[in-house]
């Protein structure tokens, strides 16, 4: 018999998920519930009929994006958890464009995508450049920098781009500035592909091509990438950049690529986490971007499939929330221990 | 070798999870069954107000009509649609229930997309969603918006409020607020006009407690939040360090912070009752923390749903869908059909006794102590707490509600921001 050809890291996925299972199904029988039951619900909820799928992957687009932005900067040896601050901009540049600017059609969608692409990746310049320029922990700053978006894009989405006569909300999107829905039963639209495609280019940037040969070597041996005449500052802005970039475009995709709103909470409730999500994602996705595809897919899987745990087999809400946990902490421990031995072997 | 027996038994497994967990024989011929769904808000359960009024209509229908309740709670507003969606595709759900503003969107959406179901939304706006996007449709005749009349209620908390301040002699009653939506207007406004119509009626009635209007006298604070009860205890705590008689809660679970900084007061002082007090909204919350809410606006969130639940039941939905234009308005002395349906009014002692055995349920929900003390205990404090109010000031409170009910008087109803405006120039 010949060996599947899987690749290593696939196998550890698999098996710690079947662990994950487990624990979540210990934990369901403590509380008396069935596990089998409402595992069973959470799949077929997630993928049992075209619509669902779709309706799961409306939940990967904005993750597959949010976890390259945390990948990206894994791979360049930086923790850049800014993805949130980088990804509320995103929103608020693309609500600009596409909610009060008025431009032909498909040149219209074009600049929102573009714009919300723009700003998160002005978003990550601050955070860059104190890294690059002053050494200061990108932990820090970028945390810092979460903050100030937050409230920065609460502000302007109340005080600029609020609806008239509805305050809970920004102008929605002009329908020159929508991604095309792909059925009318499900969520996702034609943003997914353009998400898709972001996560192929860079995966081809960091594997194809010498600067992102650079990029990982600086990541993985700092001391040899200095040795072979690497910058270190132009490593840091580079990564910092493609990681604003992809979570600008994460925001965007949640106006200009979601119904029913097509716009912005004022509370940023249709936004917020994904950019925190994303570090799990791309934990799970082994710090990769076609692993992260398939790691967002999971987490929009657990995030659509777990209402049908709750409807189906009556399982409490909050504890399918703990579930969804309990899985994906054990999917993310290999590559937790990966980056802490790397940490502590410095 | 071991590494491919982890995938065959892993696979297996997967593909044995897709088998659908419904396709089992159907019961033979039983009565077709009737499920209501409720969908929350992002709060969800345990708020001790909104949503848990709805969830509590929900049981009460259960009981009364042998109906089942499937509860969703959405985690995040994506899940709106998704959520709204996976309830209309249950063959045996008659009747979707959406519960706050921020889901019309969504329930116009899904409503147009399963005809054959019934959908109500709790706050919500959906149908003028409709009316402005597909007007051929308006109204769509399986969606029912329910709205209330929280500015007719809370006029009344704030004379309420205003002829306590007269009474105890205190500067300022306050309202903690949660996120700024126009549905808040409505309280707000309300609030700060029945506190000025309050201190006419003591200038005409009790001239020697009497003082004037300014619009300075009603502390107000947006907090930004339904869920943050950290921010309610601030807020609340800056407007009893300036000595406000009475603080109402207009931000669901937030309550339980504005709770807390009474709390802080009390034991400081020593104090067994108010002032300071609290204003409850919502469901009747004045055993929280008997002898310090000295009334709840209540919002009967319960009733819309059971109301809707009935008409569903009795193939009167549409009709009424129809009569009313997809807008249902309960408030004081609302009538539907000639039938006198409300849904607001100032929580009584007689009410306690319901709202109780919702705290005792959230006691069995969570295994946690939620009443404070054994209902009867409570009971008594509460009505120990109203007797020591001078009658006068229940009086007056009940002259407004009949002024109120007979039209003799307008509550302001501010929805628009020129409105919003405009009022809080005149009421600060």
């Excluded at chain 1, 909050?318 to 072997?345: D, H, K, Q, Y």
Aim: aromatic residues 10%.
């Amino acid at each position: 018999m010949k060996r599947l050809p899987l690749p290593r890291p696939l196998i550890e996925s698999l098996v710690t998920i079947s662990i994950g299972l487990v624990a979540g199904a210990l934990l369901m029988l403590l509380f008396d519930y069935n596990p089998v039951q409402a595992y069973r619900a959470l799949f077929v909820g997630a993928f049992g009929s075209l619509e669902d799928i779709l309706e799961t992957l409306a939940f990967a687009t904005p993750l597959m994006l949010t976890a390259l932005t945390f990948a990206v900067g894994v791979r360049g040896g930086l923790f850049n958890i800014g993805a949130e601050g980088q990804m509320y901009l995103g929103a608020i540049g693309a609500t600009f464009v596409a909610g009060l600017l008025p431009l032909p059609p498909g040149l219209h969608l074009a600049a929102a995508t573009a714009a919300g692409m723009l700003f998160g990746a002005l978003w990550a310049v601050p955070p860059a450049l104190l890294k690059a320029w002053r050494g200061v922990h990108e932990v820090i700053s970028t945390i810092m920098c979460n903050w100030i978006a937050f409230y920065l894009a609460t502000y302007l989405a109340i005080n600029f781009l609020a609806e008239p006569g509805r305050a809970e909300r920004t102008a929605p999107a002009l329908v020159t500035a929508r991604y095309p829905v792909l059925t009318e039963d499900a969520s996702l639209t034609a943003a997914i592909f353009v998400a898709l495609a972001f996560c192929l280019v860079v995966y081809l940037y960091l594997w194809g091509t010498r600067a992102g040969y650079e990029l990982r070597l600086a990541g993985e041996n700092p001391d040899a990438a200095r040795y072979a005449g690497v910058k270190g500052g132009k490593v840091i802005l580079l990564s910092f950049a493609i990681g604003g970039l992809a979570a600008g475009l994460a925001g965007a995709t949640q106006i200009i690529g979601r119904p029913p709103a097509w716009s912005l909470y004022a509370t940023l409730g249709n936004v917020i986490t994904l950019g925190f999500d994303g570090i799990g994602v791309a934990l799970v996705g082994r710090n990769h971007p076609i692993g992260g595809v398939l790691a967002a897919v999971l987490f929009g899987a657990l995030a659509h499939g777990g209402r049908f745990m709750e409807y189906h087999a009556g399982v409490l809400s909050e504890l399918v929330r703990a579930i969804n946990g309990l899985i994906v902490i054990t999917l993310a421990v290999p590559e937790l221990w990966m980056l802490a031995r790397r940490r502590f072997s410095r | 070798m071991k590494s491919r027996l982890w995938l065959v038994a892993l696979v297996t497994a997967f593909v044995m999870l897709l088998i659908p967990p419904y396709a089992q024989t159907p019961a033979p011929a039983a009565a077709k069954p009737f499920k209501i769904a409720v969908v929350s808000d992002v709060g969800g359960r345990g708020d001790l107000s909104f949503n848990d009024m709805a969830f509590k209509g929900g049981e009460d229908a259960e009981r009364d009509f042998g109906v089942r309740m499937v509860e969703l709670v959405s985690k995040v507003e994506a899940d709106y649609v998704p959520n709204l969606t996976t309830a209309a595709r249950d063959p045996d759900v008659q009747l979707i229930v959406g519960v706050g503003f921020l889901l019309s969107d969504a329930l116009a959406q899904v409503a147009r997309k399963f005809p054959n179901k019934n959908f109500v939304g709790i706050d919500t706006f959906s149908q003028f969603i409709v009316k402005d996007k597909f007007p051929a449709q308006y109204p769509l005749l399986n969606l029912m918006d329910i709205v209330y009349e929280e500015h007719k209620g809370s006029a009344l908390v704030g004379a309420l409020g205003t002829l306590l301040a007269a009474q105890y002699n205190k500067p300022f009653i306050g309202g903690v607020f949660g996120i700024e939506i126009p549905v808040l207007w409505k309280f707000e406004i309300g609030y700060k006009w029945g506190a000025r119509w309050a201190t006419e009626w003591l200038a005409k009635n009790k001239p020697d407690k009497a003082f004037k209007y300014n619009t300075g006298f009603v502390l107000w604070t947006y907090t930004g939040t339904f869920s943050d009860i950290p921010k309610g205890y601030a807020a609340a705590k800056a407007m009893y360090a300036k000595d406000a008689v009475a603080v109402y809660n207009i931000a669901g679970p937030l309550g339980l912070g504005i709770n807390q900084a009474v709390q802080e007061i009390a034991r400081a002082r020593g104090l067994k009752t108010g002032p300071p007090f609290w204003i409850g909204v919502d469901a009747n919350q004045d055993w929280i923390n008997p002898g310090f809410i000295i009334a709840s606006m209540m919002k009967r969130v319960d009733k819309g749903v059971y109301f809707a639940t009935k008409s569903v039941k009795d193939g009167k939905f549409r009709g009424v869908v129809k009569q009313i234009n997809g807008t249902l308005v309960l408030g004081l002395g609302t009538k539907v059909a000639g039938e006198l349906t409300e849904g607001i009014s100032v929580s009584t002692l007689a009410d306690l006794n319901e709202f109780v055995s919702m705290g005792q349920n959230a006691e069995k929900l969570t295994g946690k102590k939620v009443l404070p003390a054994s209902p009867a205990d409570i009971r008594a404090r509460v009505k120990a707490m109203r007797d020591a109010q001078p009658p006068w000031v229940w009086s007056a409170v009940a002259e407004l509600e009949k002024l109120i009910r007979d039209g003799k008087v307008q509550v302001p109803f501010v929805f628009t921001k020129p409105d919003i405006e405009k009022w809080r120039k005149e009421l600060g």
